[in-house]
Every structure is written in C-alpha cells, then in structure tokens.
C-alpha cells in the first residue's frame, strides 16, 4: 500500500489521475474502519486532509457549495440555518468524535445506501461537483448512486464539492436505529417542502439497493396539500404519503431489520416529517 | 514511511509506519503511549479518543501519515509536568468512576473538551450527548456523569 499526500488540489487531481486506484481519505470513518478490520485494502491512500481550499463553504445563487473537506461538525454549527434537512442528519451520525472527522464527500464516495447524508440531499435535489484533470462535471444527486456502494465517478475523478440550494420551506429528518448514537440506520427518510413552487422532495435511505426519491409520493403531495396550511394537515393526505413512500422502497431482511419492518417504519417517517413540516409553518415558520 | 507528529507538546519520529497504520497503533506501539486504548477498532467505542489539534477525534480512524506535522494530545499529556492530575481525572478517582478502567481515558479525554468548550456546568443531556460515542460495560455511567459534573461546577467556580 502507498501513501499518497496532497498538500493541493492541483496536486491531488494529478496523484488521482496517476493513481486512479488510489482510495480518497478524508475523515477515515469508512477507509480506516475497512482497513482495521481487514475487509478491504486499497492498492493507495490519498489524504486529502491538507488541502485546506477543501475545508470551505460559500454561498452562490442561493446553493451552498460544501467543500469536500467539511466536517459533520461545522454543518450543523454552521449551516443548520440554509439546509436544517443535511443538519439534522449530520446530527445523528455516528458520535461527536465521528463527526468531528466524518465529512458528507466521504458519505457519497462511501456510497452506502445507509449514509445518513443521502435523504436530504436526495429531497433538496443536491448536485455533486466531481473534478479530475480532464475537467468538472456536474452531476445531479439523483445520477450519482449506481448501485450498493457504488456511486457515478470515474476512477480519475474527485468530489470537489457538494451543492445543496438553500432550504425554501421546511425540511426534516428521520432515521430509526437501536440507539440515539452510533446507530447505521435501519432506514431513514428526508422531505422538504419547496413552499413557493409548492413542489415536494423525498429521500429514502437504507431500504434499497441505493438511496432513492419517492416520485409517486412527491406529486401527490405537491398536488394534494393544502399549501395555504390554514387547514387542519388532511389525515387522509398523510395516510397516502406514508403509503406511497413505502411502496417506492425495496428493502431486504439483514442484520439490521426485515424488509417489513423497512416498510412499516417508512410509512411512519413520512407521515411523521409531514406533522412536523406542517407544525412549523403553523407555528408561523414563513421560511 | 516516517511519520514526524508533535505528542504532548514533544515533536516525535516514528519510522517503518506502514502506510495503512493507524494513529492509535502508532501512539501505542511505536511510541511508548498506551494509555489510549485498543478495542473496537472501527469508532464505535471512544476508548482511543486523543485531541487531533485540539479537536477529539477517535485515534483508530486516523492514518497514521495524517497526523503528520500535527499535534496530537493523548491522556498521559493531560496531567501537569509535576505529576497533578487534570481536574477531569481527579474528579473521575474521587467519584469513583472507574472500575475496569478500560474506557477511562477516551472517556477523560472527551470530558475535557466538554468542559474546554463550556464554562458553566453542562445540562445532563449535554453530557450524555458528548459522551454519546465512549462505551462503558461496567459502571452504567452513573458515576461518569457525577464525575463530569463535578469537574465542571469545581471549573465554574473557580
């Protein structure tokens, strides 16, 4: 095995370019974890930790570009006010050690259908900056996972950077596990309302071969909700919802949970994301 | 490969490091430090906790080659050069929140920077939320948290 260390970004194109079998490190949370227990060794490392440009953020046309390089940490102490969705899921990642280290670049690359990043940005229609010395390419949340553990990147390609836009109504987060900390999800779902434009976005995590939208569900919301929230939230409305998110699943029975459950607790989510969405814009929430 | 890495304020050499090495066996084995311990190997247990330039961070999920030209802090550099112990380890003898003591020091290690970014005594759930990634199998935490919050109201005060 080789160590590779980038001390730029120019210089970390040219070693991936060189070394397309060089595995990306950022936080370890994945890499190291696999090499510790001996379930994988990558021919290289590529520590892309020195590369500080990597650990920035910045605001353009109302889209947040997350450096590669920013922790869960810095999300929620920084960034919890534009994208509460990434917030609340960086929330429940791992521990305060995991998330100190633990970066949403290094959750795609990992490509897990049980990362905790994928429902938001999967419900906020994220883009995926991926950069190699041929060039950037764009690539839209929805493209980038490929299948378990395998996501759209060539292999001279990094993750430059993620771009989620900025929350336009409420976003929420849940995920169920067998404790409050260090819990891989047995399944998880992310909404966010796009009040202005009355459209609708979903993410299912872990109950897939990928993390994925629920599309059915997301029209019949957008065409079924009473976006003026002046209403009573229509239980039938809910019930649908829950119901259609469940169906857009494929979940398996593994050591986490049985396909059924997935389904069942899927259900429960949605509904649940939806009280909460609703309860905020009643309680006066213009956001 | 050599890996250069300042541990408790000492800039130390450790060579032949193999590039999948992690920080943690680095510490333990290459450098005579063994107070941060070897157990789950994957983050999930805290016992490994060390400050990574003032962050805390779970040594076995850091390449031995990242550490490279940082600091790092590991429980033996917590006591004073005279031998005191940190106010977190004295709190820990006096509470009694030890018995094996296997997951004391990631446990001393993650309190400390509770209380480094906090001046007055945390709420429980503060407490149980920092400390959400270091398992204890013995004590049942009740003494942990007792030691937390006494270390922290002694700070408050003095």
Known sequence: MDFLRATTWTEALRMK?????????????????????????????????PVTELTEWSIHDDTVRIGAGVTYTRIIAELADRLPGLAQASRTVGSPQIRNRGTVAGNLGAASPAGDSHPPLLATGATVEAESVDGTRMIPIGDFYTGVKRNALAANELIRAIHVPVKTGPQYFSKIGTRNAMVIAVCSFGLALNVAERTVGTGIGSAAPTPRRAFEAETFLAENLDWSFENELDPVVTKRFGELVAAAAAPIDDVRGSRDY??????????????????ERVNGGNS | MRVNVTV???????????????????????????????????????????????????????????????????????????????????????????????????????????????????????????????????????????????????????
Request: hydrophobic share 40%; aromatic share 4%.
């Open chain 2, 8 to 158: 408790n304020g000492t800039p130390m050499i450790a060579d032949d490091v193999w590039p999948g090495e992690s920080l943690l066996y680095v510490l333990r084995e290459r450098l005579g430090l063994p107070g941060s311990k070897n157990a789950c190997e994957q983050g999930e247990c805290g016992s490994c906790t060390v400050y990574l330039d003032d962050v805390p961070v779970c040594a076995c999920l850091v390449a031995a080659g990242q550490a490279e030209g940082r600091e790092v802090l590991t429980v033996e550099g917590l006591a004073s050069a005279e031998g005191g112990l940190d106010p977190v380890q004295a709190a820990f003898v006096e509470c009694g929140a030890v018995q094996c003591g296997f997951c004391t020091p990631g446990l001393i290690v993650q309190a400390h920077s509770l209380l480094a970014q906090h001046d007055g005594v945390p709420a429980d759930v503060e407490i149980r939320e920092h400390l959400a990634g270091n398992l204890c199998r013995c004590t049942g935490y009740e003494k942990i948290l007792d030691a937390v919050r006494l270390a922290a109201s002694r700070k408050a005060g003095s």
């Open chain 1, 17 to 49: 370019a060189d070394r397309p079998d060089a595995t990306p490190l950022q936080g370890g949370t994945d890499v190291m974890v696999e090499i510790n227990l001996d379930k994988g060794r990558p021919k290289a490392l590529l520590d892309l930790t």
């Open chain 1, 262 to 279: 997935r389904v069942h607790a899927l259900a429960v989510m949605a509904r649940r994301t939806l009280g909460w969405a609703w309860q």
